[in-house]
């Protein structure tokens, strides 16, 4: 090799080594790059991960400031009008029916339910709607679940209601509902039975991060898939039915029968041999039918009352846990347990003409103050407890005072059957009366006498003559003598009143000359003072 090829060599080694150290910058630039890159991406997904995201039937929506409310304990709230308006609800201020622009009340309104709720209140009240105000013992508990749209080729959901329009179901939750900065806000534990939603949320570091809520509606279109894997051929389309989904249960089917599974495993919870199956969310029940009677199988798959007893139930009281029986067409009373309370030997329980009396002071007509059943037997009315005891035999002609039933008979013909411990018979004449006589037009019907005047009252009827039934004391503490007892109500206050030989007689004072008073409270003495103030 000559000095020259030489030169040639070296410069070649050099311009290689050269090549070699620029490729190797590029390399490790590149390296950085995607490290930075990493990095970056590490970064992103842990500040995403740390933001609070909420998605409805899959979607991500925007959160306000004021949707969620934490409390002391770490407890979530949700702003109940601004997650009526994310699913599609309805939000009304006001008690449902009530027409009212309370604040601390609202109801809301989907196609199938109107959900009403309070402040500071451990229940709400749902009325489950069906337009054409039928059952669907005319029509198959289940058919095609999803239909097709044909124009716009879209699934929708053929969903029919079981119960009859408007029926009114109680529900007590845990916590009771908040009201901050004047708007309603409803516990994250009370989201699926409130708003009938299946919720999941997680959490990152500790904190809260993702909240995931879906409406039956989206839900339900996955469910015949959902059946299909588990085995069975159909899914229930009843509302009703469908509600179970945000307990995780869902009611499944062969084309005759019906049963439940649990949609976190795949268990079997109510064999698929009934007849037919409606969900209760109230009490998380299921009403199931077997040969044309019905039975009681709770969410665990407990039966609680076999379906081989009773050819109907309805709920009676949520609160109380009584159900409504019917057998051969007379009607009784049983508990949770399934224990008779009541025998089913009479024609009716609770109060028929519901729509003649105002709700203000009765949450039940068929269990008035949370313990007295009205009965009827042979056109008689009486009460019995909600322990089975006999109050009132049924020898009263109807319970409440009714501008339809106006018949009197002679005063001082006192009937053998008002109770004998009545105490007021030799006091009525020297009651206390108004100098005017009472008019036809300015009074309101009666069924309840409220606490505020000292006692529990149910006004009782019996040959046209009106007294009063204390539920405390547990006896006819008003004799059927009175032509009248009736409420007035004049600039928001309600007043009320017997009527005796065409006379008007204030009825809180009537009680308190005749020592009648058998509730005790700071309200009622309070009351009374004011009563005083304003006579003086």
Do not use: W
């Amino acid at each position: 090799m000559n000095f020259e090829e030489s030169n040639q060599f070296v410069e070649q080694m050099e311009k290689n080594n050269r090549n070699k150290k620029s490729i190797l910058m590029v390399l490790m630039i590149c390296a950085i790059l995607v490290l930075i890159l990493i990095v970056a991406i590490i970064y992103m997904k842990q500040k995403d991960a740390q933001q609070l995201k909420m998605f409805v039937d899959d979607k991500q929506v925007s959160m306000s400031s004021t949707i969620l409310l934490q409390t002391k304990e770490g407890e979530y709230y949700v702003n109940a009008k601004e997650l009526a308006n994310l699913l599609g609800y309805s939000y009304q201020k006001g008690e449902y029916k009530n027409y009212t622009e309370d604040a601390q009340s609202c109801y809301l309104r989907t196609p199938y339910e109107i959900m009403s709720m309070n402040a500071n209140s451990n229940t709400i009240t749902k009325y489950i709607l069906n337009t054409e105000d039928s059952t669907t013992e005319d029509k198959p508990q289940s058919k095609d679940l999803i239909l097709i749209d044909e124009k716009t080729k879209e699934q929708k959901l053929n969903i029919v209601v079981d119960s009859k329009n408007e029926t009114e179901e109680i529900f007590t939750i845990q916590e009771p509902i908040q009201y901050v900065n004047d708007e309603l806000y409803i516990s994250f534990s009370e989201l699926p039975k409130v708003f009938s939603v299946q919720l999941s949320t997680s959490v990152y570091n500790g904190q809260l991060n993702r909240i995931k809520i879906n409406s039956i509606p989206k839900i339900a279109t996955t469910l015949p898939q959902i059946a299909t894997q588990l085995g069975y051929t159909q899914v229930s389309n009843l509302y009703e039915n469908l509600m179970a989904i945000s307990d995780h249960m869902l009611v499944v089917g062969d084309g005759s029968k019906y049963g439940v599974v649990s949609l976190k495993d795949g268990k079997e919870i109510i064999s698929l041999k009934y007849d037919k199956i409606v969900y209760h969310q109230n009490t998380d029940e299921f009403f199931v039918t077997a040969e044309n009677s019905v039975g009681i199988v709770d969410k665990s798959g407990n039966t609680i009352v076999k379906p081989t007893e009773y050819d109907s139930i309805a709920n009676l009281d949520e609160v109380n846990k009584l159900y409504l029986v019917q057998k051969d067409e007379k009607y009784g009373v049983i508990n949770r347990q399934g224990d008779t309370v009541v025998y089913a030997e009479y024609d009716s329980i609770g109060i028929e003409n519901t729509s003649e009396f105002s709700k203000e002071n009765i949450r039940n007509f068929q269990l008035l103050f949370d313990e007295c059943l009205p009965v009827n037997r042979d056109g008689k009315v009486g009460i019995i407890d909600i322990e089975g005891n006999e109050r009132l035999k049924c020898v009263y002609d109807a319970l409440g005072y009714t501008r339809n039933n106006t018949t009197t008979k002679p005063q001082g013909e006192q009937n053998e059957n008002d109770e004998e411990e009545t105490t007021t018979n030799t006091t009525t004449q020297n009651a206390t009366q108004t100098n005017e006589t009472s008019t036809t037009s300015d009074y309101d019907n009666l069924l309840t006498i409220p606490e505020s005047l000292g006692i529990k009252g149910i006004v009782v009827n019996l040959n046209g003559l009106y007294g009063i039934y204390d539920v405390v004391a547990k006896r006819l503490i008003v004799p059927c003598v009175y032509t009248k007892i009736y409420s007035k109500t004049r600039s928001g206050v309600t007043n009320y009143y017997l009527e005796f030989e065409e006379q008007e007689i204030d009825l809180r004072n009537f009680l308190q000359e005749n020592n009648l008073i058998s509730i005790k409270s700071s309200e009622n003495e309070e009351n009374n003072n004011m009563e005083n103030e304003n006579q003086e």
